[in-house]
């Protein structure tokens, strides 16, 4: 006897369970919609399983490795400093489990449908899910996919035990001697920096002039200074040729200045970009529109060409960031409902948990005069920030954008110390249109490293208190 696949239906149905997918379903939720969410994995995505939250993990982890060896300047010395590498991952994995089935909770609790398996379109309301064993039919009414994106392979370096993209760097079972890492981007510089504090002799080869080429030069010298330190080797302009593995390490080829080297390592890690997951969804079959680099194309309400599908995340264009998606998600779902939400990409701010970090929102000070802006850059040290000298780390400075008729403040870049939150408040002087005399009326307390901001404020008044 067969039994018949009776068409479920759902109002909304959002495929994917990452950053953007489960913020989407649930802001969706909230509205009033009934909603069913489709994985084929694991809820969190990439984000929260491979990605943002375990490299967090590890790069934290590595920065307790590095402390933990003492600071002599400090007077503080240590010896016999030992890593369990295998405790660090159990405990990586425990943040991971916290916070995944906390998406379930979070899901569940606002009656959110949770299907498992890979979903391919038969027409603009009609889907098809299938797992293993089984093949499901649902209807909607609407339709936000987020399916996100995967590491991009490159030729002659097939990813294997030996030859990495960054969910395998996370869950090696333990720490190399040796590593080569081709991409110098926000990718490979954190997973670099998190194994060199371990102790692991790191090469990095970036095909560019600079790393991380979508900062400014002077924002990633304090990141190279300190690269530097931990006995890292950067070769830029370098070209990646190939790669020889054995049964306990690689070889690794690449070209630079014309000239074709050589280097050894345990493992080489892959971190030249990310593509999106476009593929095998039968996006065609519904006549979605999709760009030469696989990217859905959407309007200011996330909505594709077909007035009932929505597309957010790494699908779409824009940088590959969970928060974006997450946005994204909120917005698609209030469009859905009828809401005016539109994007709005000028203050999502971007980090990179380098040594030191670096963060930036808004414009640079080179887009705003691009975008022709008459605008003042005024910077302020955290040599110069007692909060910053007490915990030793002082590289890095707070540089703020603002328009010179009327102090607006339209950008800020942060080289240093917990930069991924100081930006913040500059996000939310953008967003709420503020002025630098806002920001400098603003007490901050004392001492922090937030008040850079307010340093930077000042600098931009034209009366600077702790600096000349």
């Known amino acids: 006897m067969v039994v018949g696949d009776f068409p479920i239906e759902t109002d909304t149905l959002v495929i994917g369970a990452g950053p953007g997918g489960y913020v989407a379903a649930i802001r969706a939720a909230q509205t009033g919609q009934n909603v069913t969410i489709v994985e084929k994995g694991d809820l969190g995505g990439v984000c929260l399983n491979v990605g943002c939250i375990p490299s967090k993990a590890l790069i934290e982890a590595g920065h307790k490795t590095q402390s933990a060896h003492g600071n002599e300047e400090m007077g503080i010395t240590a010896e016999n400093v030992s890593v369990d590498f295998t405790k660090v991952q159990e405990w990586k994995g425990k943040v991971v489990n916290k916070l995944t089935s906390g998406v379930e909770s979070l899901l569940k609790g606002n009656k959110v449908d949770i299907v498992k398996g890979e979903v391919y379109f038969v027409d603009q309301n009609t889907v098809k899910v299938m797992d293993e064993k089984n093949s499901q039919t649902y209807t909607f009414n609407n339709c ?21 993209d960054s969910t395998g760097a996370l869950n090696l079972e333990e720490i190399p001697e040796k590593m080569v890492v081709v991409g110098g981007g926000y990718i490979g510089i954190e997973l670099g920096t ?27 010298q304090p990141v190279k200074k300190s690269l530097k330190q931990k006995n890292v080797k950067i070769v830029t302009e370098a070209i990646a040729k190939g790669v020889d593995e054995s049964g306990d390490g690689v070889s690794v080829k690449y070209e630079v200045n014309g000239k074709e080297e050589t280097i050894d390592a345990d493992y080489v890690l892959v971190t030249v970009g990310r593509r999106p997951n476009t593929q095998e969804m039968g996006l065609e079959q519904v006549g979605i529109d999709v760009d030469d680099k696989g990217l859905i194309k959407i309007d200011k309400q996330c909505r594709t060409n077909k007035e009932n599908i929505y597309a957010i995340g790494d699908i779409v264009e824009g940088p590959p960031l969970a928060h974006k998606a997450s946005y994204e998600g909120k917005v698609a779902a209030e469009a859905i409902s009828g809401e005016k939400s539109v994007i709005d990409y000028q203050a ?5 948990f380098a040594d030191p970090e670096l963060a930036s929102v808004g414009y640079s000070e080179q887009e705003a005069k691009d975008a022709g802006y008459d605008v003042k850059a005024s910077k302020f040290p955290f040599a110069a920030n007692g909060r910053a000298l007490s915990l030793n780390n002082t590289d890095g400075f707070m540089k703020m954008i603002t328009r010179k008729d009327d102090g607006l403040v339209i950008g800020a870049q942060v080289a240093g110390p917990n930069a991924s939150d100081v930006i913040a408040e500059l996000g939310l002087a953008i967003e709420a249109g503020m002025t630098a005399e806002d920001i400098a009326l603003t007490i901050h307390a004392h001492p922090t490293l937030g008040e850079v901001t307010m340093e930077a404020a000042d600098v931009a008044l034209g009366t600077p208190i702790h600096t000349m």
């Open 194 to 220: 998190a194994y060199a504090n371990f102790g692991t002799e790191v090469t990095i080869l970036e095909g560019t002039k600079e790393i991380l080429g979508t900062f400014e030069k002077q924002m990633t």
């Open 144 to 164: 936000i996919i987020a399916t996100g994106s995967t590491p991009i392979e490159i030729p002659n370096f097939k990813f294997s035990d030996r030859v990495l």
């Open 348 to 352: 999502i701010p971007s980090v990179v």
